[in-house]
């Protein structure tokens, strides 16, 4: 069983929808965030990002940042640049770029089933930055952002969902500067809301598909409400929070490759001698820039030239995690050959969504601040829903979901 609750949402006004849009909190920094909200006064990211309102070098996890957001939130809706809908609904969210186009139901879920893990994770959290997300809730009384989910594809529920889509406008379609398209309706039917309610009911689970930080920190602001407030029906709005569900089968995982600071000491002829011990090894093709386009295959940059590696069999486990394309790389080659034991941790190693484009892996190495550059083969989203299912997380950094959902759409008030 899965609840998916309708609920008031603070969206923004629509004539000025592409304004307020902006990108998630947490795919850039605040150099990038202040860049982004030059001339644009309505960018959500005042209040995702609120230090961009403030002068440069303060603390970001400052109370006074948090309460920032929680001003910029309230005079958002003063001014009705966001608005919030007098009753509930569900909401359908459409994105589409080049290569995708996904439905969701843009909705509440509940904190108890996140909590008995019938809202499954696959990755591990940070406990700084769930503080950070902490504040902002708690600051803000609302649920800021939505948690990405997924379920595995019902079949009727897609036709609800494109029945209504083909017989109503939309209330929101603009494109972004990315050349992705975002649409959304409002389902102000009953009856559809009611079968949609109950059509959830019968999903088994939900799964995180990305936010698990947003997650757990809707979860602990919860229980910080429910212990505030003694007794609680349940009902409250901070027992739900704001959630954005696509099947499964409409995703799109990306590659999310790795770049590393040094060759641990060795020469390259001495790195290429380590590898050849559980890869093959050869140079692309005419020197090109390579993607993998096969599980257990891998793309190395290293003094302009590009190389093709091969795992050897010996080196592919058949556990659930260990004969995932990133583990096999971290576990024969980026731990035994490079010294990266943590890759949570561990500061030589940093990661490059594969969005960005294997240009990106060649500027990082080019710039001279990364030595090596490696393209890995994405995840499937049937092994992101095996992992989970099995109750194990994915190593750090293995999944990148393009299109991102765009911030500032939905916002959820806890009160």
Not at 231 to 258: A, W
């Amino acid at each position: 069983m899965s609840i998916v609750k309708p609920f008031k949402a603070i969206r923004p006004n629509t004539d000025l929808a592409s304004k307020v849009a902006s990108h998630p909190y947490d795919v850039m920094n605040e150099k990038e965030a202040r860049k982004m909200v030059e001339g644009n006064p309505y960018s959500y990211l005042h209040v995702d990002r609120s230090e961009v309102s403030m002068p440069e070098g303060v603390d970001v996890h400052s109370p006074q940042v948090y309460q920032q957001a929680c001003d910029n939130l309230k005079k958002m809706l003063k001014e009705q640049v966001l608005i919030q809908d007098e009753t509930e609904h569900l909401y359908i969210y459409k994105l589409a770029d080049a290569n995708t186009s996904q439905l969701g139901i843009v909705c509440c879920t509940s904190v108890d089933e996140a909590s008995e893990n019938k809202i499954k994770k696959h990755e591990f959290t940070r406990p700084e930055k769930e503080d950070d997300r902490v504040n902002h809730i708690d600051y803000c009384n609302a649920n800021t952002s939505p948690v990405f989910l997924t379920y595995k594809t019902q079949a009727e529920i897609d036709h609800v969902i494109n029945d209504y889509i083909k017989k109503n406008t939309p209330e929101y379609d603009f494109k972004t500067e990315d050349g992705v398209s975002h649409t959304v309706w409002v389902i102000d039917d009953n009856d559809v809301c009611n079968s949609l309610v109950r059509l959830f009911k019968g999903v088994e689970c939900l799964y995180i598909a990305d936010g698990h930080h947003r997650n757990a920190s809707a979860i602990r602001v919860a229980n910080m409400r429910r212990e505030k407030a003694g007794d609680y029906s349940g009902e409250e709005e901070f027992n739900f929070y704001l959630s954005v569900l696509f099947p499964h089968t409409q995703l799109k995982i990306y590659d999310y490759n790795r770049v590393v600071t040094d060759l641990n000491g060795l020469s390259p002829q001495e790195f290429f001698d380590k590898i050849e011990e559980n890869f093959t090894l050869e140079q692309s093709a005419g020197n090109k820039a390579y993607r993998p386009a096969n599980k257990y295959e891998y793309g190395m940059y290293l003094d302009t030239n590009w190389y093709v590696l091969k795992a050897k069999p010996q080196v592919i486990p058949d556990d659930i995690i260990g004969k995932l394309d990133v583990s096999v790389l971290q576990n024969s080659l980026l731990a035994p050959v490079l010294g990266i034991n943590d890759p949570r941790t561990d500061k030589r190693i940093d990661f490059v969504g594969g969005i960005r484009g294997l240009e990106g892996l060649m500027d990082k190495v080019d710039s001279g601040e990364f030595k090596v550059a490696f393209s890995l083969f994405a995840p499937s989203m049937d092994e992101l829903l095996e992992v989970a299912d099995n109750g194990y997380v994915m190593p750090p950094k293995s999944t990148w979901f393009e299109p991102k959902l765009r911030s500032g759409l939905f916002v959820h008030s806890l009160s």
